[in-house]
């Protein structure tokens, strides 16, 4: 059985992203698991929604405009867009701000996935997700679906009564709400006439029930029939409990074990969830504080996603990025960007966030930064979608001073070991193996040829946050 | 960079590195690696046109009055239609595939399809991945397939056997044994394997053995581990590699000037370098076209068919294009009908392109779609794409197909 600080650091792991040198000591006097679970809902109470300063007003101008103008437009709305990412990751890496409130939008943000091109709409869904991120599924799903970024990304203003787009119908059974082989194809034919006429007004992002795009007539939607509308199609959805364990299932991938799922537990999770009415604070809290989610086996089980890598890295290093392109850069380079998930199922996460390529970069991140080197990787245009243009220099600042006070009175013969334990999530049975390769490599070495204990624990750090085993949380 | 990378070997006390352990199991690759392995000349190139690029509109029914009935937006007039046959002809800015056509060098597949068409993105692309049926659920690719069956009959290949000019590494190409490579840049991926962290890293022997070698992996995180170590060797080993042909492979046409455009250029220098890589790999995104198709559409067959081009010509100077095969192919056409925002929902039945030196005849396989007979406004498929692999795995990669598809397919005699 793991000790109560390997397990509250996971849990900060899991619920927020990752726990902050400063904070070493609060490990050692949290005295159970309950109070760190209760501190976590604490922190997460309050909603950092992102400011709309944007100017609404040149959208509806765009249309008397000039080429010239429109373009310098569009780049001024790619470059609120860019700034928006910035401000979310630095939010999540905010030693206030990053809390399990932010995880769970982070999460959510992949489960509705939808490409986020204009700033108003990105800065409208991400708030919208904040609030709810916690708070009922219904009132989340509901608030997507009327959510203007969702209602042009996935075509439901393309949706009327004479012609109806199926996109929307079809995206939030199989991927939002209950999942495949739950449905049929005629129940997204009828869900998608329920939602026709739910649009979005495209200047100001505000949803707009149009009656007469409406289809008024009956719809048998999944066994039941009535002149149904959206809300109706939603109610249906969620009395399932299909949905509720198409949900948990998915929860328990990314915050418990992405390699193993244990049915049993995803049972559990499914019921709390599905008998609370889909309550996620709920089910979020039942999940920390099962013993089951402090078991070895779900123990650095997690490969980190490029987000998680990159604030988690932000957060253990003091990292100060000078401007904004090494934070949108780390992202793209790594296969993640926020507001720009690959398709509408997400990222597909574990494994396959690891290549070749990839690996690499992980693996010299940390050298990057304290060598102030670049990464050298072109970023590839892709011809047909918007894309965030970057640079590839990092131009970032670390700052170790909280660790090395944490560390200063180490024995320098356990420093590789106390330090792998902060920095590392690893099992029990694999930290001897770990440690015997310390002895044995060139970072020994390396650490080795330092004089004094700074340098030592700089020089560990470097070695350790390169190894595959941070990749892990 | 240099300086710094100096710099920090010496600090790294790496000046010894070449007395350091080189893992166990690499040795044993290396000198697989180094050994004249046994394989076929054939190259394979499969180009993958993502998002359901709309077959309608690519080879034209020009003479069918459904079809303009269907689409009064975003048909295509009659006299822009490059004629092919009697009856079908190609989009305007596929004019580059004309002379390759009438050159016995493209072979176009109509009505490719399977059994209850799924319209989803993801399971679609997955069924054409994994070359499963609708109802089958697979985790590797077909070509991981071929891959893990190649190594079974003891032919060790590189992982960079099958590459795909990408950062990440489709479905299609993981076994369970053996997968394929992700490569976008060459040179990129060869500084990145050289740092002296990573060398550091790669010559902590016993920690690779002790990851590797573990059969029965206690945790989930011994397993991640593992395949994190797995990865950063394998790559080790073929980045040199690569980096070698690419720098002595050359090229003289005229590629698109961008991602799409490199990325077949790129093919085209390891294939002209003599490289061992067998499989190619590379996506076209952009062709989920839900509202104002046409142009999107005509821009992206514009790059496809210019790069098409140029790598004919490349290859053909090295008489290597009689030795390459091209399949293009898309997880689903639209439907029949255009939707209200001058774009096609997702539909079934589609188009297969073949290209290759030794294709020798220009033909149409299969007959026009009817337009007459839908299955709920969608085409009805006439030829299973299992089909299309089975014929290449027999007759181009010299293989069993039934061991990689389980099941048997009726021969189309494509190549």
């Known amino acids: 059985m793991k000790s109560t600080p390997q397990k509250i650091q996971h849990l900060y792991w899991r619920a927020e992203f990752g726990i902050l040198p400063k904070d070493i000591n609060m490990l050692k006097t949290t005295k159970n698991i309950k109070s760190a679970v209760k501190q976590i809902f604490e922190r997460a109470k309050p909603i950092h929604k992102f400011s709309n300063d944007f100017d609404m007003h040149s959208l509806s101008a765009m249309k008397n405009m000039n080429g010239k103008q429109k373009k310098q437009l569009r780049k001024s709305a790619r470059q609120d867009v860019r700034e928006l990412n910035v401000e979310w990751v630095e939010q999540m890496a905010h030693p206030k701000k990053g809390t399990l409130r932010e995880k769970m939008a982070f999460f959510w943000h992949g489960h509705f996935a939808c490409e986020l091109k204009n700033p108003i709409f990105a800065v409208q869904q991400i708030n919208t997700i904040k609030k709810h991120a916690l708070g009922n599924f219904k009132d989340l799903v509901l608030a997507i679906a009327k959510d203007a970024a969702m209602i042009l990304y996935l075509n439901n203003q393309q949706n009327r009564k004479r012609k109806p787009n199926e996109n929307f119908a079809r995206e939030l059974l199989e991927l939002f709400t209950i999942g495949r082989g739950n449905y049929t194809e005629n129940d997204i034919k009828e869900a998608a006439r329920a939602f026709t006429g739910w649009f979005t007004n495209r200047l100001t992002g505000e949803f707009n029930f149009r009656q007469r795009a409406h289809d008024e007539g009956q719809k048998t939607f999944m066994g039941k029939t009535g002149n149904f509308d959206g809300n109706d199609i939603i109610d249906i959805i969620l009395s399932k409990k299909e949905t509720a364990h198409f949900i948990t299932t998915k929860i328990y991938s990314f915050f418990v074990n992405e390699v193993e799922p244990n049915k049993k537990n995803i049972e559990e999770l499914t019921t709390v969830f599905f008998e609370s009415d889909y309550n996620i604070e709920k089910m979020m809290k039942h999940l920390f504080l099962q013993d089951w989610f402090y078991e070895e086996q779900n123990i650095g089980s997690k490969i980190k996603s490029p987000v998680e890598f990159l604030v988690g890295m932000m957060r253990t290093l003091n990292l100060n990025f000078k401007n904004e392109d090494g934070i949108l850069f780390t992202q793209k380079v790594l296969g993640q960007i926020l507001f720009r998930p690959p398709n509408v199922a997400g990222w597909q996460g574990g494994k396959a966030w690891i290549d070749n390529a990839t690996l690499m970069v992980r693996l010299n991140y940390a050298g990057y930064i304290f060598n102030q080197a670049e990464i050298e990787i072109d970023i590839k245009d892709e011809p047909e979608t918007k894309k965030i243009r970057v640079g590839r220099k990092i131009d970032v600042s670390a700052n170790i001073n909280p660790l090395m006070k944490s560390f200063q009175k180490t024995d320098t013969k356990d420093l590789a070991k106390e330090l792998s334990d902060f920095l590392i999530q690893i099992p029990q049975n694999s930290k001897k193996e770990l440690n015997k390769t310390f002895q044995k490599t060139a970072f020994e070495a390396y650490a080795n040829a330092a004089t004094n204990q700074n340098e030592k624990i700089k020089a560990w750090t470097v070695s350790i946050l390169s190894l595959p085993e941070y990749q892990m949380c | ?415």
């Open chain 2, 1 to 415: 960079m240099k300086t710094t990378r100096r710099k920090f070997i010496g600090q790294m006390g790496l000046a010894t590195a070449g007395t350091l352990f080189v893992p166990l199991f690499l040795k044993g690759f290396d000198s697989m690696a180094a050994s004249s392995i046994k394989t076929s000349n054939k190259k394979l190139i499969i180009i993958q046109l993502s998002g359901g690029n709309d077959g309608l509109n690519t080879v034209i029914p020009f003479r069918n009055d459904i079809y303009y009935k269907e689409r009064p937006q975003i048909a295509i007039p009659q006299n822009e239609v490059i004629k092919l046959s009697d009856e079908q002809g190609l989009n305007p800015a596929l004019l580059p595939l004309k002379k390759i056509y009438e050159e016995g060098e493209l072979t176009i597949i109509n009505n490719v399809g399977y059994p209850n068409p799924d319209r989803s993105h993801f399971r679609s692309m997955d069924i054409w991945q994994t070359g499963s049926s609708s109802n089958e659920y697979l985790s590797t690719g077909w070509l991981g397939r071929y891959l893990d069956n190649i190594h079974l009959e003891n032919q060790n290949k590189p992982t960079h056997f099958a590459l795909e000019m990408d950062d990440t590494l489709s479905l299609a190409l993981k076994g369970i044994k053996k997968s394929g490579f992700a490569a976008q840049d060459l040179n990129r991926l060869k500084r990145t394997t050289s740092t002296p962290v990573v060398k550091a890293i790669l010559d902590s022997e016993k920690n690779n053995v002790a990851y590797s070698l573990k059969s029965h992996h206690e945790h989930s995180h011994d397993e991640q581990v593992s395949y994190l170590y797995q990865t950063l060797s394998n790559t080790a080993a073929s980045s040199e590699y690569l980096f070698e042909k690419n720098k002595a492979g050359k090229t003289v046409a005229n590629y698109p000037k961008n991602r799409f455009g490199k990325d077949i250029q790129q093919v085209a220098k390891l294939i002209n370098s003599g490289c061992d890589s067998q499989i190619y790999y590379v996506s076209l995104n952009g062709f989920d076209t839900h509202a104002n198709q046409k142009n999107a559409q005509e821009r992206l067959f514009k790059n496809y068919a210019e790069a098409i081009e140029a790598l004919r010509k490349d290859l053909r100077k090295t008489d290597n294009w009689n030795d390459t095969l091209v399949m293009t192919f898309s997880k689903f056409g639209r439907r029949v009908g255009e939707n209200a925002s001058r774009g096609t929902d997702h539909g079934t039945a589609n188009v297969v392109f073949l290209a290759g030196g030794d294709l020798k005849k220009k033909q149409f396989v299969g007959q026009a779609p009817n337009l007459t007979d839908l299955d709920n406004g969608d085409l009805k498929f006439k030829i299973d794409f299992r089909q299309i692999y089975s014929d290449i795995l027999k007759n181009w990669l010299k293989t069993n197909p039934k061991s990689i598809l389980n099941a048997d397919f009726e021969n189309l005699g494509l190549v």
